[in-house]
């Protein structure tokens, strides 16, 4: 059931509600993908109901980012999340979400606010108020559906780390579960964004994952000091490539490392042509 307003949610939540029925929620900004329907499909099959939120969220787009034209594929999205068993489809406007005028100004709108340590680093630095645009729609998007469940992505791992935070310094009644990322055979993360990429872009794109996954391997082959296990990176990159940020840092709070172990995830972001691209990898897994 596709939903657009706040209030046509509500009312369907009480009723769950009263009926004791569990609820997990996917927030998603649609343009749905295989990496999507990997957390839905958790949902749907470990709670009674399942909501996705599709909301391409103005708030977390930094200025001169691709917000006007980040894909919006909202019939494709409804039938993908139909055929999986989805209950409701919650696609608010921004007007829904945070009424007439006053969208980007936080003169006008409370903010939730992660903690400097965990946004000053990785995707943090170079999208300033980005983490405060996630944690203020999903904390939204908690008190209109209450759910017991919230599923994110590894694939977006800083914001999965800052919004479990969230929910421990704020004691918000919900579970977060991580899920696992999915990947093309060719080991490319699935991500709305690679829309962007032609064919030649979708071959340079793979040094993100040739990068993590090498690191891995030498890590796993005894190399521990993360400055060496860096330069087995480069071989991977060429003038076709921007990297951002390449960093070693822990599972839980995002302290940086200088000798990798169990509890390390390493990050990437680079950018091929105007394409932003993240990735990481866990060390401790196999
Ligand atoms: P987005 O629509 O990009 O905001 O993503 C919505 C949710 O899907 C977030 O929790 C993402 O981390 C997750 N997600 C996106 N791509 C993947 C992927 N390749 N594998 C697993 N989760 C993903």
Redesign the pocket.
Known sequence: MLIHKIEEVRNKIREWKSQGLTIGLV????ALHD??K??IKKSVSKCDKTVVSIFVNPIQFCPGEDLDKYPRTLDADEKLCNDVGVDIIFAPSPKEMYGEGHIMSNDFLTYVTPPFFYVNKLCGKSRVGHFDGVCTVVNKLFNIVQPDFAF?????RQQLIILKKMVNDLNIPVEIIP????REESGL????RNKYLSEEDKKEALALSKILFNIKACYKNGIKDCKALTETAYSYLNSNHSLEYLEFRDANDLEEKNIADENTIVFIALKIKNVRLIDNISLGEL
């Open positions: 927030p998603t900004m649609g990496g999507h990997s957390l994110f992505g590894e694939k977006d899920c696992p990322i999915v993360a699935l991500s709305s």
